[in-house]
């Protein structure tokens, strides 16, 4: 068993076993092919195959060409999105990856961090949001 800290007062990073450990919500910066970046709060769902990101987010930041398109299958029922890359910084990480694109204007995060970009994470539950 391996557990170092890392980062400031403000955003520790603990890391576990080569593995960095995150909450639910987390703080994500999302860039898109401009170089146009956000800073925003992204809800972990490990239930999710793919991450999404909201509509209006998704052309703040420019982001496309869209790559391809995908059935999507969520609470509401299963809709047709659309797929486009962007930079994303998680924690300790960045890394390029996929979203799809979704109105998410009724969720209270614009983003859903998905399976896809959590091999090299852990969440624990009751970590709270570094401010």
Known sequence: MMLGLMGDNKNIVIKYNKKTVIGLVEPVVITGPTGKSAKVLGRID???T???ID???AAELSLGPILK???VKSA???SL???VQAKVHLADKEF???FT???RAEMKYPVLIGQSILKGFLIDPVKEVPK
């Open 101 to 103: 694109i979704a109105d």
């Open 55 to 57: 509509v209006r987010l």
């Open 46 to 48: 490990t239930g999710a």
């Open 76 to 78: 509401s029922g299963k």
């Open 81 to 83: 999105r659309a797929v």
């Open 69 to 71: 398109t995908k059935i």
């Open 96 to 98: 390029k990856t996929d």
């Open 50 to 52: 793919k991450s999404s």
